[in-house]
């Protein structure tokens, strides 16, 4: 399936090495129903848009979570709901979005080492099944949302370095990326732990658990958590 975004958040394809293999130490969420965070998107300084996510229910331990993005400005617009575990892993991901006012629609049903996606972009039917590694965590473009949800499952440590497995499902791909945790820093009233996403050009501020912050290393693109 081509790549519906306007703006990608993640970048699917790099190059270079990924150092020795390291599992970040986790612990369950613990969420409450009716929660909500918005994240708002800046580009080169202008306000563009947002995502915004709410914990809606649970399924037995599962949570299911409903997500808004929208980036107006870019003819961007998505609404999506999924359903993940009390480790943050996918169980469903489901969403419509319009892209130019074209619609393209994406579910997701994850088993055990393998995910079932089916696609449509306007007339166009996608559908595959893509096999992924224990642990894989649901990442998909512009879902910061889905980032938050994992940041709250980390226990960081300042020298760390960690390769995180994930799906993105827009382009319906697996793949590893490489954090590496650095130093505290004062980042929007918070001491957040700086996170250097190599591969993806990417620093993520991190408090308590807390999504702060998510920024290009060129600073032209920002996300930040609406207070």
């Known amino acids: 399936m081509r790549k519906i975004l306007v703006l990608l958040v993640i970048s699917i394809v790099f190059s270079g090495c990924i150092s020795e293999e390291k599992e970040t130490k986790t612990k369950e969420l613990d969420l409450e129903i009716g929660e909500e965070y918005t ?15 709410k914990v809606v229910g649970k399924e037995g331990e599962n ?13 961007l617009k998505m609404n999506a709901k999924y359903t993940i575990t009390k480790e943050c892993m996918p169980v469903h991901y489901e969403f419509v979005a319009y892209v130019n006012n074209e619609k393209q629609t994406v579910s997701c049903e994850f088993t055990e080492g393998n995910v079932h996606e089916v696609a449509t972009k306007g007339d166009q039917k996608f559908e595959r099944d893509i096999k992924l590694e224990e642990g894989t965590y649901l990442l998909d473009n ?17 020298g760390d370095s960690y390769v995180i497995p ?9 793949l590893k990326i490489e954090m590496k945790v650095g130093e ?44």
Request: charged share 25%; aromatic share 16%.
């Open 39 to 53: 994240y708002e998107f800046y580009s080169n300084g202008s306000y563009i848009g947002y995502n915004k996510y």
């Open 63 to 75: 949570y299911l979570i409903e997500s808004e993005v929208n980036l107006e400005k870019l003819g």
């Open 142 to 158: 512009n879902m910061i949302g889905q980032w938050a949800l994992m940041f709250k499952t980390m226990e960081l440590k300042t």
């Open 166 to 174: 994930m799906f993105a499902a827009q382009p319906m791909k697996a």
């Open 184 to 227: 505290i820093e004062k980042i929007e009233g918070y001491d957040c732990y700086k996170l250097d996403f190599i591969e993806l050009g990417y620093y993520i501020y991190v408090s308590d658990g807390e999504l702060i912050k998510m920024e290009t290393k060129d600073k032209t693109l920002i996300i930040v958590l609406k207070r």
